[in-house]
Antibody
Framework: QVQLVQSGSELKKPGASVKVSCKAS????????MNWVRQAPGQGLEWMGWINTNTGNPTYAQGFTGRFVFSLDTSVSTAYLQISSLKAEDTAVYYC?????????????WGQGTLVTVSS | SYVLTQPPSVSVAPGQTARITCGGN??????VHWYQQKPGQAPVLVVYDDSDRPSGIPERFSGSNSGNTATLTISRVEAGDEADYYCQVWDSSSDPENVFGTGTKVTVL
């Protein structure tokens, strides 16, 4: 069965960096794009962008350029989200989500989420 | 950028029908997906491409899309349907992006 398992919660100080992992299993990793979605405390879902798992080419949504980097390690079927120069407003749950089919935008499987807390 | 508007809350008695709207400019020309999110859990896809259901999702969940409004309908509502619901589309404008609705809290009375 398809599973996306994310790394555990992180507590970071402002200015630090964090790297969240998303390990996929139960399907061919490079056949489906991976999206990233942010959810701030008590707020709605916000799309951060996606990465083509076949080519490694990332696409970032407005507001997620510069400090946010999507990457892959296809040898272990894992996608990564790295955030640098963390700010308090980056405190949120970050989800990886598989795209049903490239171009459909439909996110059919989601990771369990990783809470990143930024606090001094 | 493209905006999707949902009512903040919908209340429904068990066994009744809940309708959650998602408003957007000419949304009928786009494919709409719906997600259910229970507290402390990841979202779950319940309807995709306006009206299709993933395997394992009860037939009680259905969707429609026309004009400027898409609708998720939950028939014979159960206590377990209490959750936040989000609509989502792909906006292929000058700066293509995935757009989520503002979310609707469904309360089962």
């Amino acid at each position: 069965q398809v599973q996306l398992v994310q790394s555990g919660s992180e507590l970071k100080k402002p200015g630090a960096s964090v790297k969240v992992s998303c390990k996929a299993s139960g399907y061919t990793f490079t056949s489906y794009a991976m999206n990233w979605v942010r959810q701030a405390p008590g707020q709605g879902l916000e799309w951060m962008g996606w990465i083509n798992t076949n080519t490694g080419n990332p696409t970032y949504a407005q507001g997620f350029t510069g400090r946010f980097v999507f990457s892959l390690d296809t040898s272990v079927s894992t996608a990564y989200l790295q955030i640098s120069s963390l700010k308090a407003e980056d405190t949120a749950v970050y989800y990886c989500a598989r795209e049903l089919d490239i171009g459909t935008s439909c996110l059919d499987y989601w990771g369990q989420g990783t809470l990143v807390t930024v606090s001094s | 950028s493209y905006v999707l508007t949902q009512p903040p809350s919908v209340s429904v008695a068990p066994g009744q029908t809940a309708r959650i709207t998602c408003g957007g400019n000419n949304i009928g020309s786009k494919s709409v997906h719906w997600y259910q999110q229970k507290p402390g859990q990841a979202p779950v896809l319940v309807v995709y491409d306006d009206s299709d259901r993933p395997s394992g999702i009860p037939e009680r969940f259905s969707g429609s899309n026309s004009g400027n409004t898409a609708t998720l309908t939950i028939s014979r509502v159960e206590a377990g349907d209490e959750a936040d619901y989000y609509c989502q589309v792909w906006d292929s404008s000058s700066d293509p992006e995935n757009v989520f609705g503002t979310g609707t809290k469904v309360t089962v009375l």
